[in-house]
């Protein structure tokens, strides 16, 4: 008891932070990005009616989805090169055990989305010549879109806390810098409360912004 | 492939049992902690007391935008300096990701509440039921039934969020494997063996939960009938 607070130590170091801070954003953006776009062919591909594409991407999803992201960038990190003839650094593991993962997850997603589409929609697109593509395009995927709008932006949250897993690989992303920080000044408790206030801040109005999502368009996570 | 070195990797391999125990040990003491905490959350949240209300909402929503690792972090090097305690690597964990999943669990337990009929409170008040015996006798049973899945959903994360406790040196079956991978300089054998180990027992949970769930919904199949 009785200790004292000083962010002052933390805050000198702003620059290393804002460092990890953009370090985070960028492998945010990327697996972001990469994650829920190839989520949404990985959904269709789920959705596809030729088991050609289907099963294999059910393996895919079923194995994502069920072993730990840690494992699945820890694996990339240092048992990948073995198979590969070149380096794998802690971004690229990192970036891709989070987009695989966000692949799998969003994938049902989408394929959820996708589904509760009513089947008439389809067989009223293929009345009036549309194929199976436009269909998706013009007709199923921009009403899909409003009921994945919310457990999408979940997935976005997850994504972003995710991003502090590179760490453990030593990507110097923000949690990283915080235990540099931690490390030489000895203070544990501002570094680290720092980066709890840091993600907090940033994604307490996204949270908000889910709960009246799921109130206009329903409940769908 | 076949060089003596695999035959006594794969004997390596029970090197790892006891971490998996150790997995299944910190995610069984977090569910226990975990759950009970998240119900109270959530009734919190629900309640008419406001400075209670605001609390609630407040620990829900800071334990679930921040990430894990920065708690468990928090709570391994950060508290034992504030407060005068003794922290392993085991607490640590615990503590952890009780907090966190509490307030996933809340959430849980909120939407579970909530999806009953309001009708099913004014009947009961009706009756002469206070608020917490309509909860304990009306309300919560129906809404558990319908919380099972979003419940194993939520366990089976939390399972494999566990493995985070490997940076704190906490023996669970990812630092065992490092442990292993760095020993024997067979990563990509070791760190393929630990996925499949995961995969195995998650699917397994996730099978299991998906036949309670089945025999739950055939149970109030039958009895709305």
């Known amino acids: 008891m009785g200790y004292q607070w000083d962010f002052a130590t933390v805050l000198s170091y702003w620059d290393v932070l804002l460092g990890g801070g953009l370090a985070t954003l960028r492998l945010f ?44 960038i ?51 697109a293929k009345a009036i010549g549309m194929n199976h593509a436009q269909t998706m395009r013009r007709i199923i995927l921009p009403q899909a879109i409003k009921r994945m709008l919310a457990p999408l932006t979940n997935r976005g949250i997850e ?63 | 492939m076949s060089d003596p070195g695999l035959l006594r990797l794969i004997a390596d391999l029970g090197f790892l049992l006891p971490g998996l125990l150790n997995t299944l040990k910190v995610t069984g003491m977090a569910l226990l902690f975990g759950v009970p905490i998240g119900l109270l959350l959530a009734l919190g949240r629900l309640g008419g007391i406001r400075p209670l209300r605001v609390v609630c909402a407040f620990v829900i929503e800071f334990f679930r935008t921040t990430p894990p690792l920065v708690q468990l972090f928090w709570f391994f090097f950060a508290l034992p300096i504030l407060i005068n305690v003794e922290m392993t690597p085991f607490i640590a964990s615990v503590v952890t990701f009780s907090i966190q999943s509490s307030a996933f669990f809340a959430e849980v337990f909120r939407g579970g509440i909530n999806s009953i009929d309001k009708g099913q409170w004014e009947a009961s008040k009706a009756i002469g039921m206070t608020r917490g015996q309509t909860l304990r006798r009306i309300i919560l049973p129906q809404a558990v039934a319908r919380m099972i899945p979003a419940f194993a959903e939520r366990s089976i994360e939390l399972l494999k969020t566990t493995t985070l406790v490997s940076t704190v040196s906490f023996a669970d079956l990812m630092f065992r494997a490092n442990d292993l991978a760095q020993r024997t300089f067979r990563p990509l054998e070791v760190y393929s063996a630990v996925a499949l180990i995961y995969f195995t027992v998650i699917l397994l949970f996730s099978q299991g939960a998906g036949a309670v769930e089945r025999r739950l919904a055939r149970g109030s199949d039958t009895m709305a009938r």
């Open chain 1, 29 to 72: 953006a990327v697996t972001v990005t990469l994650g829920l776009g190839g989520g949404l062919v990985m959904g269709m591909l789920r959705h596809a009616g030729s088991p050609v594409l289907r099963y294999p991407a059910t393996a895919f999803v079923e194995l994502f989805r069920n072993t730990p992201v840690l494992v699945q």
């Open chain 1, 74 to 124: 820890i694996w990339f990190y240092f048992a990948l090169p073995v198979l590969v003839p070149f380096d794998i650094s802690p971004f690229l593991a990192s970036a891709m055990g989070i987009t695989l993962n966000t692949i799998a997850f969003s994938s049902e997603i989408f394929r959820g989305g996708i589904q509760s589409m009513e089947r008439g929609q389809w067989e009223a």
């Open chain 1, 159 to 221: 994504v972003f806390k995710m991003s502090t897993l590179a760490s453990i690989v030593s990507y110097p992303e923000v949690l990283n810098q915080a235990k540099l920080i931690a490390s030489m000044e000895y203070n544990p408790i501002e570094s680290y409360t720092t980066v709890a206030i840091i993600f907090f801040v940033v994604l307490f109005p996204i949270v908000q912004a889910t709960y009246v999502l799921e109130r206009r368009f329903g409940k769908s996570d």
